[in-house]
């Protein structure tokens, strides 16, 4: 299983919209929706922002958002905050209860 | 709700044996609802799933650990505990542990605060 591809870091300023993509292949995000998207700020719990494409837990705010096309998965931040700044992970259900993590993209808040 | 906390050495010497142990507070590890799990971040790469029980003793671990992980559960205790056989530098990581959730154990909330193992002589 190869990790998924996420871009290395993606920025915007306060109150813009920001996409992190995550692209598998048709054996993981492509074959399943079961597409989930984590937040990491250093020295915390990792902290979950979506889990099965578009379903958000409670307590996460609407400004984040998961989406879908094909191969690829998008985790959209509205509303961008100084606190959103942190690094963020996609993971992807693979078959036969094998997951499959993205190599992070560090968000930056200009 | 459940809470999770990792503990163990923070220092294991090459070729030796990686043993870490998480304690679940808040409900029963028996309880069957939950894939407990173990994830590790090296630094500055990405996170990779180590492996995951269940409470009827299913496991399954990642292919390219899979030779050398076995992870257990310790119901008297309420913990359940990772080990990693003959550890390189390439092991050093920040280790969680996690609840796995979903039809196949394949989204993780909550999460342990994470421990840095460092893998050196």
């Known amino acids: 299983q190869s990790a998924l591809t996420q871009p290395r870091s993606v920025s915007g300023s306060p109150g813009q919209s920001v996409t992190l993509s995550c692209t598998g292949t048709s054996s993981d995000v492509g074959n399943y929706n079961y597409v989930s998207w984590y937040q990491l700020h250093p020295g915390k719990a990792p902290k979950l922002l979506i889990y099965d494409v578009t379903k958000r837990p409670s307590g996460v705010p609407d400004r984040f958002s998961g989406s879908k096309s094909g191969n690829t998965a998008s985790l959209t931040i509205s509303g961008l905050q100084a606190e959103d700044e942190a690094d963020y992970y996609c993971c992807s259900y693979a078959g036969n209860f094998h997951v499959v993590f993205g190599g992070g993209t560090k968000l930056t808040v200009l | 709700q459940v809470q999770l906390q990792e503990s163990g050495p923070g220092l294991v010497k090459p070729s030796q044996t990686l043993s870490l142990t998480c304690t679940v507070s808040?409900?029963?590890?028996?309880?069957?609802?939950?894939?407990w799990s173990w994830i590790r971040q090296p630094a500055g790469k990405g996170l990779e799933r180590i492996g995951r029980i269940h409470t009827s003793g299913s496991t399954t671990y990642n292919p390219s650990l899979k030779s050398r992980v076995t992870i257990s559960v310790d119901t008297s205790k309420n913990q359940f505990c990772l080990k990693v056989n003959s550890v390189t530098a390439a092991d050093t990581a920040v280790y969680y542990c996690?609840?796995?959730?979903?039809?196949?154990?394949?989204?993780?909330?909550?999460w342990g605060q994470g421990t840095l193992v460092t893998v050196s002589s």
């Open positions: 996690a609840v796995g959730l979903g039809d196949f154990g394949n989204w993780f909330d909550p």
């Open positions: 808040g409900d029963s590890i028996s309880s069957g609802r939950y894939y």
